[in-house]
């Protein structure tokens, strides 16, 4: 990605994204790199500046202005009137938007469609949330200042976002130090940088979600359309490849119907044996709806208390166990239910 940064709007440029000059943010580098995947402004250049006049020949403007208004193209969130958060098919978001989820909100599809061409509409809506709640949300909240844990009540805490990278502090670090010249030149060298990297790690989000996570999902959807093969009870699921299952369980639990009634995964060791995974609580990262017993035993010892052969450990906090077969695994999780 190419970003040619002025100061002044250039008489020769055709489209032209504005924002603020000065010091930047990550939320405002981002706004610019996602507008730059998009057919309409791939080509634009950038004009940073506070200047009215100026801001009023830029085709789209993000971050200064003090104004919202999605049909003029204005993306700015400061003004105290605006109190704009995400909405997606799926989920009703709390989180006040920057100028990052603005662009995100109105051109995001647009540009997923785009970088995962083999997704189908729903599976684009779905990456869409995906990408907000795991890389938007985040920075959303950091640039308007929102704690990504409160307690509302004063006693127990609420996580209102998940903090899934460091890209705010790592563009804070690209601005001009405080003993260096603080030019409008050395200030848009250090946004080009800002661009680019937020741009890159928006890019491996979408990457990782299109072609890893989502693949997921309809493995998972087979594994628990198939949990009565597996064992009577329907509480039991057998990943036949690991993948990260987990992710999506409780999405399609949901859309099941089944919320909560599935208590274990089995499913190969990467080295040997296989794996008995008691599946968690959702929003909790520790809880697990019924922990496996005989916590921290192994090897000979675990066997002889659980009376299955071949058992190679279960974890102290009862999460996970082990044994050398898939039939050893698939008693250890049956015999789990009834104690």
């Known amino acids: ?5 002025f100061s002044e709007v250039p008489d020769t440029a055709e489209r032209i994204i504005g924002t603020h000059d000065g010091t930047f943010h990550c939320d405002e580098s981002l706004a610019v790199a996602m507008l730059k995947m998009t057919a309409e402004f791939k080509d634009a250049v950038v004009v940073r500046t506070r200047n009215p006049d100026m801001l009023a020949k830029c085709n789209v403007v993000v971050d200064v202005g003090a104004k919202y208004d999605p049909e003029r193209l204005l993306f700015d969130h400061h003004q105290p009137e605006f109190q704009g958060t995400m909405t997606t098919a799926s989920h009703e978001y709390k989180t006040r938007l920057s100028s990052a989820g603005l662009v995100y909100k109105h051109y995001g599809m647009e540009i997923i469609a785009a970088l995962a061409p083999e997704a189908s509409k729903e599976m684009v809506e779905v990456l869409y949330d995906k990408v907000y709640k795991t890389f938007i949300e985040h920075i959303d909240g950091g640039d308007n200042g929102i704690e990504a844990y409160s307690s509302p009540s004063g006693e127990k805490l609420v996580q209102n976002y998940s903090i899934t990278t460091s890209l705010p502090c790592r563009v804070a670090n690209l601005a001009p130090r405080w003993n260096q010249p603080s030019t409008s030149e050395s200030f848009n060298k250090g946004f080009v940088k800002a661009v680019a990297i937020t741009g890159e790690a928006f890019l ?9 996570w989502l693949p997921a999902h309809d493995i998972v959807v087979a594994t628990i359309n198939n949990r009565f093969k597996v064992h009577e009870s329907g509480k039991i699921i057998k990943l036949e490849t690991f993948c990260p299952w987990q992710e999506h369980l409780f999405g399609v639990e949901k859309n099941l119907g089944i919320e909560g009634e599935l208590l274990y995964a089995l499913f190969p060791d990467m080295k040997q044996g296989w794996r ?3 599946i968690g609580v959702e929003g909790s990262a520790f809880g697990q709806r019924k922990p496996l017993p005989w916590k921290g035993l192994r090897d000979e010892e675990l066997s002889n208390a659980s009376g299955i052969a071949g058992c190679i450990f279960v974890h102290a906090a009862g999460f996970i166990g082990g044994n050398m077969t898939y039939e050893g695994a698939l008693q250890m999780a049956v015999k ?4």
């Open 1 to 5: 990605m190419t970003v040619k940064v």
């Open 204 to 212: 491996e989000s979408v990457d990782y979600f299109a072609k890893a």
């Open 276 to 278: 008995v995974r008691a």
């Open 336 to 339: 789990a239910l009834d104690l």
